[in-house]
């Protein structure tokens, strides 16, 4: 992810017109290009994938958002051990391997490379 658009880069979407993106949407870009918006809802036409698509992967992200953490109530090993047990139960639910990161979004810090 970069730092959110601010409101006027083209997206083609996919099967779709090109459309412009919306003041800090959160998107998946490349050097080049919006990839997909609004997470992983709206993807581009570049991405798809088509007979003879080679090397691709299938996959489901999930983000879950916490708006603010008192971190003088709440030490981060709590946190770290509240994001595993929450990785944990997803896994008897879903197969797959999941992966969980915590961010810290404040101002002048809006974009993170994944």
């Not at 698509?53 to 051990?81: I, P």
């Not at 139960?89 to 810090?109: A, I």
Request: aromatic content about 10%; glycine content about 8%; overall charge negative.
């Amino acid at each position: 992810m970069t730092p959110p658009p601010v409101g006027d880069e083209e997206f083609q979407q996919l099967g779709g017109d090109k459309e412009k993106t919306n003041v800090g949407e959160v998107v998946y870009r490349d050097a080049s290009r919006v990839l997909t918006r609004m997470w992983n809802y709206r993807d581009s036409d570049v991405t798809k994938i088509v007979d003879g698509t080679d090397g691709a992967l299938a996959t489901r992200n999930f983000m879950l958002f916490v708006e603010e953490v008192d971190m003088e109530e709440t030490t981060q090993h709590e946190l770290e051990a509240a994001m595993a047990n929450l990785a944990e139960s997803y896994g008897k639910v879903f197969v797959g391997d999941f992966e969980w990161k915590v961010f810290n979004f404040d101002e002048g810090n809006n974009s993170v490379e994944l």
